[in-house]
């Protein structure tokens, strides 16, 4: 049989102010994590139980590398940090709420979501440059670990890109897809290029 990498792709744990309702763009400022933010990552500790990771990668940002460096230590790997899994650079945006950009910034709101793919906000990049960064650091790590599974701490948004791109779907479907905080997907790569989620927003 050839040998697959199966990677382990969770979102980081909620962050300070996510519990509150708001839908807020913290994009690649350093957000805290919540103390449930926390609680939610020992909480994996015993999902992953069983699991046979033989290396953790992560965005270096605090709301992911915290955890990475807890199920690290509970899975016997050192994170290796990736500043090009972090979140999408959000500009000028980054620290706004949706509701304070739709009443500043109405015209530029519904630019976005007219072509989420390609707009770019001041400053920031979009989803095509998100997806240029990362998947290269993924097809690395595939091929680095043929055989073996791999945990990769991420972002919301970056996740969703890597998820998009296993199962042959458009950038543009972004939203079709979920990811709570610190939820876990599971997606097998295969030598001839191919991938199957077997677990989404789990």
């Given amino acids: 049989?050839?040998?697959?990498?199966?990677?382990?792709?969770?979102?980081?744990?909620?962050?300070?102010?996510?519990?509150?309702?708001?839908?807020?763009?913290?994009?690649?400022?350093?957000?805290?994590?919540?103390?449930?933010?926390?609680?939610?990552?020992?909480?994996?500790?015993?999902?992953?139980?069983?699991?046979?990771?033989?290396?953790?990668?992560?965005?270096?940002?605090?709301?992911?590398?915290?955890?990475?460096?807890?199920?690290?230590?509970?899975?016997?790997?050192?994170?290796?940090?990736?500043?090009?899994?972090?979140?999408?650079?959000?500009?000028?945006?980054?620290?706004?709420?949706?509701?304070?950009?739709?009443?500043?910034?109405?015209?530029?709101?519904?630019?976005?979501?007219a072509d989420i793919v390609n707009y770019r906000v001041p400053g920031g990049e979009n989803v095509v440059d998100v997806h240029r960064r990362v998947m290269p650091v993924i097809d690395g790590i595939v091929e680095r670990h043929r055989g073996e599974e791999v945990l990769v701490v991420a972002h919301g948004g970056v996740n969703r890109v890597i998820l998009l791109s296993a199962i042959g779907a458009p950038l543009a479907s972004l939203f079709a897809i979920e990811q709570t905080y610190c939820c876990l997907n599971i997606i097998d790569y295969f030598a001839d290029g191919h991938a199957v989620v077997k677990l989404l927003n789990g």
Avoid at 9 to 16: A, F, K, N, Q
Avoid at 33 to 53: D, F, N, Q, V
Avoid at 54 to 81: I, K, N
Wanted: hydrophobic share 35%; charged share 25%; with cysteine.
């Fill in 1 to 113: 049989m050839t040998p697959k990498t199966r990677i382990y792709l969770i979102r980081h744990g909620e962050v300070e102010g996510g519990g509150t309702g708001v839908r807020r763009y913290n994009g690649q400022t350093d957000v805290a994590l919540s103390e449930r933010g926390k609680a939610m990552y020992h909480s994996l500790t015993e999902r992953l139980a069983g699991t046979r990771i033989a290396a953790c990668y992560t965005s270096d940002l605090t709301r992911c590398a915290w955890g990475a460096e807890l199920l690290g230590a509970h899975l016997g790997v050192r994170p290796v940090p990736h500043p090009e899994l972090r979140e999408l650079n959000m500009g000028t945006w980054e620290g706004k709420s949706w509701d304070e950009l739709k009443a500043q910034h109405p015209d530029e709101w519904r630019a976005r979501f």
